[in-house]
């Protein structure tokens, strides 16, 4: 088991940019492939990125493919979220997860989480 805490969630103006980060507690951080979701109002939670526990392999979801970027530095236990060129429709709150299955993109695949960062982007 891993505890997650994100952070780096705010406020910013649509075409603006943010990072997400998400500090992971634990020994076995590294064996963790990670990913982040996000979930709007009245909406289901939904993948967005995920990364192999070496960091060598990323996948995106369609919507954010090009804009986002996912990494990871294992020597601190953290993953980010690099968002760029955001849109009002990003607007959700973004969760980071870990799961021990590579290619996960649906929830019930990831083990832990965290408690979720606000992200709200303004026309």
Same mark, same amino acid.
């Given at each position: 088991?891993?505890?997650?805490? !994100? ?10 940019? &943010?990072? &997400? ?67 009002? !429709? ?15 993109? &649906? ?17």
């Amino acid at each position: 088991q891993v505890q997650l805490v !994100e952070s780096g969630g705010g406020l910013v103006q649509a075409g603006g940019s &943010l990072r &997400l980060s998400c500090a992971a507690s634990g020994r076995t951080f590294s064996t963790y492939t990670m990913g982040w979701f996000r979930q709007a109002p009245g909406k289901e939670r939904e993948f967005v990125a995920a990364i192999s526990w070496r960091g060598g392999s990323t996948y995106y979801a369609d919507s954010v493919k090009g804009r986002f970027t996912i990494s990871r530095d294992n020597a601190k236990n953290t993953v980010y979220l690099q968002m760029n060129s955001l849109k009002p !429709e990003d607007t959700a709150v973004y969760y980071c997860a870990a799961t021990t299955y590579w290619r996960a993109i &649906l929830t019930l695949e990831y083990d832990d989480w965290g408690q979720g960062t606000q992200v709200t982007v303004s026309a």
